[in-house]
């Protein structure tokens, strides 16, 4: 019998990428290497400001200086930048693009593949949808919308160049520049994003979402998203994730930076399922993420949460930073590990304002060859009067070849600190399994019950339309994966 | 309704259950008894089919097809139902979505109608009334944080709500106290038909008080050593296994 199951698991595990597929459009592609000529090339393309080619200028000359982190537990092979394309756009001039009718059909008919109808996804579920398409952004919905009360959400081009001066005062203020080898590589030829600007007392009254997918062969996808919530205000994000399948990995290195002003809220939710590379550990995207939020006001609050199941290698660490007194960090997490992926995840809470507290619930899932570790830093600075974390961080292992680790960090130089840190490792349980099955359930089915049971305090973060997309998505990934 | 032949199981390459025979009619009970560590626990998994136990030879039939090579979801389907002796717990998994998808699934299986949330809640508080369940336990995680009894209590719960052919109730008297015993007793007369069978495994002759079975069989050493009615319990509780070693 046991054999039978495994084979069961091995079936499920073979489960084909669903997203795979690749757009035929013309591409306008800068070919591979990186040097100024390049970083000007973009800022060029963008008719960006003279203030913006010299913030890059300055990335790029800081990151040659660089070299990559090698402390992630990780096994990494060696990335060589002059073999990839920093900039692809598609073909013809993006900037004339007025309305969904300008957008190319095969571009459309790639985001129906996806599961995103543009016309009725957006309407049905009032989200607003900012497509990024590789480099350029193409198409954002519901902007007369949200322009009635004074909600910005545009591309990042189209930000520098309209908002300069929001630009300016906020862009690398939560990451600077200089801030870590693939963060300065994205400030040096970050090509596209989002932008968001909440006015004062606004409630958002979309939840504000973009898809961003990567296209094209050999390059990287490099973007930039901001969000400034002005004081009183709120807003809840999504974005969501694919890619095609290549035998080759791709880079992505994102820079995602949050600002939560005077009483201002942010709910920022992710759904990864970059393209994991195949049952061999073949191909895949390396995730390379920077985000961070700052809480700048009092009574501010930012919460991630993050779904992980897709890319071959995931390095991010949603952080806040809670300087406003009373202001509050929060890190939902879920990081699904198959095959051969391999996911450093985690988050830094770092307490400087009084009264500030943090929640940490991080679930790590390994199947397959998988390796899946936690890591997250809490610190409490020396004003930080009463700071309280709670941290959590559960595994759960699904075959016997993978592997789950933690490593939490504290730095406390407050006495009034308190910092609770419980950590769980488990296995799915064989008694688990014949229980649901005696009861009439597949094996498939008690499987992804007890997975989403497991993670059930994290997707009950995400916003109700994504909470059941995570848990579909939770079930190709995973049905029958143990052994 | 059950036929068991000659029946070998070993778990982990030892020999647990060596040459068991038992006939068990429609709308019959039966209880089987013996020591600890008889294989009592051995006989009602491998019943539901349970990985790893495995059969090394002799047959099992179910209304007279086999179950040797029936996967635990496919008995369950054709009306096999284990209670357990230690319920396991789903941590986050709501106790009533659980139910209801258990018992979905079965009806999937037959090609019999599924119910929707609410005509479901209606049918398990019903049930529940019969058990003097509180509802909140529908709100919580599959057995999770539940005492010894409720867990018991949510077994026989499934029970009345699954509707099985053939019940096997394994310790399910085990750790209770009388009260409780009281209830569930109550719950399994409750399913008590001419047309379902039900299989009382346990150690005491106190649950037969309650439930009072039809036949009474010793099993000791992987064997049953003897079989009669249930004076034969009362038997066992005055002189204790060691007679019949």
Not at chain 1, 428 to 445: A, K, V, W
Not at chain 2, 201 to 217: F, K
């Given at each position: ?15 084909k990428?669903?997203h ?29 400001p003279?203030?913006?080619l ?9 990151w040659?200086?660089?070299t ?12 060589d930048?002059?073999k ?11 900037n ?9 059909p ?24 900012d ?7 193409v198409?954002?919905?519901f ?5 009635k009360v ?12 309209k ?6 005062q906020?862009?690398?203020s939560?990451v600077?520049y200089k801030d870590?080898?693939f963060?300065t590589?994205n400030?040096?030829v970050?090509s596209d994003?989002?932008?968001v600007?909440?006015?004062k007392?606004?409630?958002?009254p979309?939840?504000?979402?973009t ?7 050999n390059t ?5 998203t901001?969000?400034?919530?002005d ?6 994000y ?5 890619a095609p399948?290549?035998?080759?990995n ?26 994991p ?8 995207i390396y ?16 919460s ?8 071959a ?6 952080s806040v ?9 929060e ?10 992926q391999?996911?450093?995840?985690g ?24 390796q899946?570790?936690?890591?997250g ?17 559960d595994?759960?292992?699904?075959s ?12 406390v130089?407050?006495n ?15 008694e ?5 099955r ?5 094996e498939?089915?008690?499987?992804s ?8 305090q ?5 916003p109700m ?13 995973l049905?029958?994966?143990v052994g | 309704m ?5 029946v ?10 060596r ?12 209880a ?10 051995t ?6 089919g ?11 039939l ?15 389907v ?7 002796q230690?319920?396991v717990?789903?941590?986050g ?26 005509d ?9 009334k019969?058990?003097?369940?509180s ?7 599959v ?19 699954l509707?099985p052919?053939?019940?096997v ?13 009281q209830v569930?007793?109550?719950g ?28 009474v069989?010793?099993?000791?050493n992987g ?14 509780e ?8």
């Amino acid at each position: 019998m046991m054999k039978k199951q495994n084979q069961v698991i091995e079936d499920a595990i073979n489960l084909k990428y669903k997203h795979g597929f690749v757009t035929d459009i013309d591409s306008d592609i800068l070919p591979p290497g990186l040097n100024e000529e390049v970083v000007r090339f973009i800022s060029q393309k963008k008719n960006e400001p003279e203030f913006m080619l010299e913030w890059r200028l300055k990335a790029y000359r800081h990151w040659l200086t660089m070299t990559e982190v090698s402390w992630a537990h990780l096994k990494i092979e060696p990335i060589d930048y002059q073999k990839i394309s920093y900039y692809a756009a598609p073909k013809g001039d993006a900037n004339a693009l007025k309305s969904l009718d300008d957008v190319d059909p095969k571009l459309l008919e790639t985001y129906e593949k996806l599961g995103i109808p543009l016309h009725e996804r957006a309407r049905l579920a009032g989200v607003a949808v900012d497509a990024v398409f590789d480099s350029v952004s193409v198409a954002t919905t519901f902007k007369d919308k949200l322009h009635k009360v004074g909600v910005i959400f545009c591309s990042i081009s189209e930000a520098i160049q309209k908002y300069p001066d929001l630009i300016q005062q906020y862009l690398g203020s939560v990451v600077p520049y200089k801030d870590n080898f693939f963060a300065t590589l994205n400030s040096a030829v970050f090509s596209d994003g989002s932008f968001v600007y909440i006015p004062k007392g606004v409630r958002c009254p979309l939840e504000l979402s973009t898809y961003f997918r990567i296209n094209a062969a050999n390059t990287g996808q490099f973007e930039r998203t901001l969000i400034i919530a002005d004081e009183g205000s709120y807003v809840s994000y999504l974005e969501g994730c694919t890619a095609p399948m290549r035998d080759q990995n791709q880079l992505h290195a994102a820079v995602v930076e949050l600002v939560a002003l005077k009483d201002a809220k942010i709910k920022y939710s992710t759904v990864q399922n970059w393209y994991p590379g195949d049952e061999n550990g073949q191909g895949g995207i390396y995730n390379f993420v920077t985000k961070r939020g700052a809480c700048r006001g009092d009574h501010s609050k930012i919460s991630w949460t993050q779904i992980e199941t897709g890319s071959a290698i995931t390095w991010k660490y949603p952080s806040v930073i809670l300087q406003g007194d009373n202001s509050v960090g929060e890190f939902y997490s879920v990081a699904l590990t198959n095959h051969y992926q391999q996911a450093d995840t985690g988050t830094k809470m770092i307490h400087l304002g009084k009264n500030t507290s943090s929640t940490i619930i991080s679930k790590g899932i390994a199947a397959g060859h998988g390796q899946n570790s936690y890591r997250g830093l809490v610190k409490v600075g020396p004003a930080a009067e009463n700071a309280r974390n709670y941290s959590q961080c559960d595994s759960l292992l699904l075959s016997d070849s993978c592997g789950a680790h933690t490593f939490p960090y504290l730095e406390v130089k407050n006495n009034s600190a308190q910092v609770e840190h419980e950590a769980t490792t488990s296995k799915i349980g064989d008694e688990q399994l014949f229980y649901c099955r005696s009861r009439g359930l597949t094996e498939e089915d008690a499987v992804s019950m007890i997975v989403n049971g497991f993670c059930k305090q994290v997707f009950k973060e995400l916003p109700m339309e994504f909470a059941v997309e995570a848990q579909k998505l939770m079930e190709v990934s995973l049905e029958g994966a143990v052994g | 309704m059950l036929e068991i032949k000659n029946v070998n199981v070993s778990v982990n390459q030892q020999a647990i259950l060596r040459g068991i025979d038992l006939s068990i009619g429609k709308g019959e009970v039966h209880a089987i008894m013996g020591p600890n560590g008889s294989g009592k626990s051995t006989l009602a998994n491998v019943l539901a089919g349970k990985p790893d136990y495995t059969l090394d030879s002799g047959e099992i039939l179910f209304e007279g097809a086999t179950l040797n090579e029936l996967e635990p979801e496919q008995r369950a389907v054709l009306g096999l139902f284990l209670g357990f002796q230690y319920p396991v717990e789903i941590p986050g998994v709501n106790n009533l979505y659980f139910l209801r998808s258990a018992y979905n699934s079965l009806q999937k299986a037959r090609a019999a109608s599924e119910l929707d949330a609410l005509d479901f809640i209606q049918l398990v508080k019903e049930k529940m009334k019969t058990l003097d369940m509180s509802e909140k336990y529908l709100k919580r995680g599959v057995n999770e944080g539940f005492s010894g009894g409720e867990k018991k209590r949510n077994e026989i719960l499934q029970m009345l709500v699954l509707e099985p052919k053939l019940a096997v109730l394994d310790e399910t008297d085990s750790g209770l106290d009388i009260d409780a015993l009281q209830v569930i007793a109550k719950g399994v007369n409750l399913m008590r038909a001419p047309e379902r069978s039900i299989i009382l495994v346990t150690h005491y002759q106190r649950l037969l008080n309650y439930i009072e079975p039809d036949y009474v069989h010793v099993l000791i050493n992987g064997k049953i050593v003897k079989s009669g009615g249930k004076e034969l319990a009362l038997e066992l509780e005055e002189k204790g296994y060691g007679w019949l070693a």
